[in-house]
Every structure is written in structure tokens, then in C-alpha cells.
């Protein structure tokens, strides 16, 4: 069985190739998931737009939502105005929510640092910050794990090392 102690990367290079992949799995697989689904995909996260930009390309028809404390991405790979979300996105999810915008069909939360005890309290919070967002059927993606009230964890695609991404559904 894969772990992430048993493939412990060499080195950061190898340890970004092997998350990067793993995000890309997850979201392709993710895609097949929700293609009955109406509903946008929300972005946690902009950084350098690249997954914006892979998302843009499984996802043509939908609205993309992104949300970033500032933007810092390639000028190809940014949202217009009306789909970015800009500040802290423990504030501007709640903001979303009350949009009265469809709810969401895919959340993607790339949200992961090098502080662990930063990223579980934010994941932690950030599980029942998106009940009010998504729909039931709904596919969550994350670089970290969720504390969730009633979603499904899901099996991740092949080769993906548990604890480098997680995916659930929501019920």
C-alpha cells in the first residue's frame, strides 16, 4: 500500500511534482464526478493561476469563483472581476454564500503551507464554511484534510499517496 511515508520525496522538487500531480488527478477525476451536476466550482486559492487554468479547461461552461487574499497570478490565468473574490477567503466565502449564487458542483482548496498547525486549524474551519455553499452531490478537493459533518471520503485515483489530497462528496 502507498503512503506517504513510504514515498517520502527526496526532495521539495519531488515532494511539488508528486502534489501537483496528485491535484491534477483528483480534479480530472473530479470532472467525470460532477458532469451531471449543475453548479459552479469555486477556487480556494489563485496562486499562480495555474490551476485556474487547468480548471478553465475541464470546465468551459461553468463559472469559475476564485478566491485569493490578492492576486499574484500570470495575466493569462486570471479571473475578470466578476468571478474573483479578493481577501481573506474565511471572510469572503461567508460574503459568497450570501450572494445567492447556484451552489457549487466542485470545490477546489488548495490551501496547504509549510505551518501544519495553521493549516489544520484553517481546515478545520473551512469543512462546515462550505455547507452553505455546495450542493448535495457536490465534489470537494483539498491539499488537506476536512473536518466534515456528513460527507462521503472518497477513494483517490491511482498512485495518489493518502494524505496528499483528499476528495469527498457531499451528501
Known amino acids: 500500500m502507498l503512503t506517504a511515508k513510504t514515498l517520502r520525496p527526496a526532495s521539495r522538487l519531488d515532494a511539488f511534482i508528486r502534489r501537483i500531480a496528485a491535484q491534477r488527478a483528483c480534479l480530472n477525476a473530479a470532472a467525470a464526478l460532477i458532469a451531471p451536476l449543475d453548479g459552479p466550482v469555486l477556487e480556494l486559492g489563485l496562486g499562480n493561476g495555474r490551476t485556474f487554468d487547468h480548471l478553465r479547461t475541464l470546465f468551459p461552461a461553468r463559472d469559475i469563483y476564485v478566491f ?30 450570501r450572494e445567492g449564487k447556484p451552489p457549487a458542483a466542485l470545490v477546489h482548496a488548495d490551501i496547504g503551507s509549510p505551518d501544519r498547525a495553521r493549516d489544520a486549524a484553517l481546515a478545520a474551519w473551512l469543512g462546515p464554511a462550505l455547507v452553505p455553499v455546495v450542493r448535495p452531490g457536490a465534489i470537494v478537493a483539498t491539499d488537506r484534510a476536512l473536518v466534515t459533518v456528513d460527507w462521503e471520503a472518497l477513494d483517490l485515483p491511482a498512485g495518489i499517496v493518502p494524505g496528499d489530497y483528499s476528495m469527498y462528496r457531499v451528501r
Open 68 to 97: 485569493d487574499i490578492e492576486v499574484a497570478a500570470h495575466p493569462a490565468c486570471i479571473p475578470d472581476n466578476a468571478h474573483m473574490r479578493l481577501g481573506d477567503f474565511r471572510e469572503s466565502l461567508p460574503g459568497f454564500a
